[in-house]
Nanobody, 115 residues
Framework: QVQLVESGGGLVQPGGSLRLSCVASGGSFRRQIMRWYRQAPGQRRDLVAAITTSGEPVYADAVKGRFTISRDDARNTVHLQMNSLKPEDTAVYYC?????????WGQGTQVTVSS
Protein backbone atom coordinates (compact mmCIF):
# COMPACT_ATOMS: atom_id res chain seq x y z
CA GLN A 1 0.00 0.00 0.00
CA VAL A 2 1.07 3.54 -0.76
CA GLN A 3 -0.31 6.59 1.03
CA LEU A 4 -0.03 10.03 -0.52
CA VAL A 5 -0.72 13.23 1.41
CA GLU A 6 -0.86 16.57 -0.39
CA SER A 7 -0.52 20.00 1.15
CA GLY A 8 0.06 23.59 0.12
CA GLY A 9 -3.14 24.53 -1.63
CA GLY A 10 -5.05 27.71 -0.95
CA LEU A 11 -6.41 30.95 -2.34
CA VAL A 12 -4.06 33.12 -4.37
CA GLN A 13 -4.48 36.13 -6.63
CA PRO A 14 -3.80 35.91 -10.36
CA GLY A 15 -0.07 36.14 -10.99
CA GLY A 16 0.72 34.68 -7.58
CA SER A 17 2.55 31.52 -6.61
CA LEU A 18 1.93 28.39 -4.58
CA ARG A 19 4.04 25.36 -3.78
CA LEU A 20 2.30 22.02 -3.42
CA SER A 21 3.89 19.09 -1.64
CA CYS A 22 3.06 15.39 -1.62
CA VAL A 23 4.56 13.05 0.95
CA ALA A 24 4.50 9.35 0.16
CA SER A 25 4.66 6.43 2.55
CA GLY A 26 4.83 2.74 1.73
CA GLY A 27 5.96 1.53 -1.65
CA SER A 28 9.43 2.28 -3.00
CA PHE A 29 9.50 6.00 -3.66
CA ARG A 30 12.84 6.11 -5.47
CA ARG A 31 11.53 3.65 -8.06
CA GLN A 32 8.20 5.36 -8.69
CA ILE A 33 7.26 7.95 -11.27
CA MET A 34 5.36 10.69 -9.46
CA ARG A 35 2.58 12.72 -11.06
CA TRP A 36 0.38 15.71 -10.35
CA TYR A 37 -3.13 15.83 -11.78
CA ARG A 38 -5.84 18.45 -11.44
CA GLN A 39 -9.60 18.43 -11.73
CA ALA A 40 -11.80 21.48 -12.05
CA PRO A 41 -15.55 21.26 -11.29
CA GLY A 42 -17.36 19.42 -14.06
CA GLN A 43 -14.11 18.64 -15.86
CA ARG A 44 -12.06 15.49 -16.27
CA ARG A 45 -8.93 14.88 -14.23
CA ASP A 46 -5.93 15.92 -16.31
CA LEU A 47 -2.21 15.32 -15.97
CA VAL A 48 -0.33 18.48 -15.02
CA ALA A 49 3.22 17.24 -14.56
CA ALA A 50 5.23 14.10 -13.97
CA ILE A 51 8.76 13.34 -12.86
CA THR A 52 10.67 10.17 -13.62
CA THR A 53 12.82 8.20 -11.22
CA SER A 54 15.88 9.95 -12.69
CA GLY A 55 14.34 13.38 -12.17
CA GLU A 56 13.24 14.13 -15.72
CA PRO A 57 10.13 16.33 -15.78
CA VAL A 58 7.19 16.28 -18.17
CA TYR A 59 4.60 19.07 -18.33
CA ALA A 60 1.21 19.67 -19.83
CA ASP A 61 1.28 22.43 -22.44
CA ALA A 62 -1.00 24.59 -20.31
CA VAL A 63 1.59 24.87 -17.51
CA LYS A 64 4.92 24.80 -19.34
CA GLY A 65 7.16 27.65 -18.26
CA ARG A 66 5.05 28.36 -15.16
CA PHE A 67 5.09 25.16 -13.11
CA THR A 68 8.08 23.16 -11.92
CA ILE A 69 7.95 19.62 -10.56
CA SER A 70 10.72 18.29 -8.35
CA ARG A 71 11.35 15.34 -6.08
CA ASP A 72 13.26 14.75 -2.86
CA ASP A 73 13.90 11.04 -2.59
CA ALA A 74 15.43 11.40 0.87
CA ARG A 75 12.10 12.75 2.15
CA ASN A 76 9.77 10.73 -0.10
CA THR A 77 8.34 14.03 -1.30
CA VAL A 78 7.37 15.53 -4.62
CA HIS A 79 6.75 19.26 -5.05
CA LEU A 80 4.91 21.34 -7.60
CA GLN A 81 6.00 24.97 -7.72
CA MET A 82 3.31 26.99 -9.43
CA ASN A 83 4.11 30.52 -10.60
CA SER A 84 2.19 33.08 -12.63
CA LEU A 85 -1.06 31.44 -11.62
CA LYS A 86 -4.18 32.06 -13.68
CA PRO A 87 -7.87 31.70 -12.81
CA GLU A 88 -8.00 28.69 -15.13
CA ASP A 89 -5.51 26.91 -12.85
CA THR A 90 -8.27 26.69 -10.22
CA ALA A 91 -8.83 23.01 -9.44
CA VAL A 92 -8.27 20.27 -6.94
CA TYR A 93 -4.70 19.03 -7.37
CA TYR A 94 -3.94 15.36 -6.82
CA CYS A 95 -0.71 13.48 -6.35
CA UNK A 96 -0.55 10.09 -8.05
CA UNK A 97 1.79 7.16 -8.43
CA UNK A 98 1.77 3.51 -9.47
CA UNK A 99 3.34 0.72 -7.44
CA UNK A 100 3.20 -2.98 -8.28
CA UNK A 101 0.64 -2.31 -11.03
CA UNK A 102 -1.71 -0.47 -8.65
CA UNK A 103 -2.53 3.25 -8.97
CA UNK A 104 -2.63 5.33 -5.81
CA TRP A 105 -4.07 8.82 -5.33
CA GLY A 106 -3.86 11.38 -2.62
CA GLN A 107 -6.93 13.09 -1.19
CA GLY A 108 -6.29 16.28 -3.17
CA THR A 109 -5.64 19.89 -2.26
CA GLN A 110 -7.73 22.81 -3.47
CA VAL A 111 -6.08 25.61 -5.43
CA THR A 112 -8.19 28.68 -6.10
CA VAL A 113 -6.88 31.55 -8.21
CA SER A 114 -9.10 34.59 -7.87
CA SER A 115 -8.95 38.29 -7.20
Amino acid sequence: QVQLVESGGGLVQPGGSLRLSCVASGGSFRRQIMRWYRQAPGQRRDLVAAITTSGEPVYADAVKGRFTISRDDARNTVHLQMNSLKPEDTAVYYCQTRFELVTFWGQGTQVTVSS
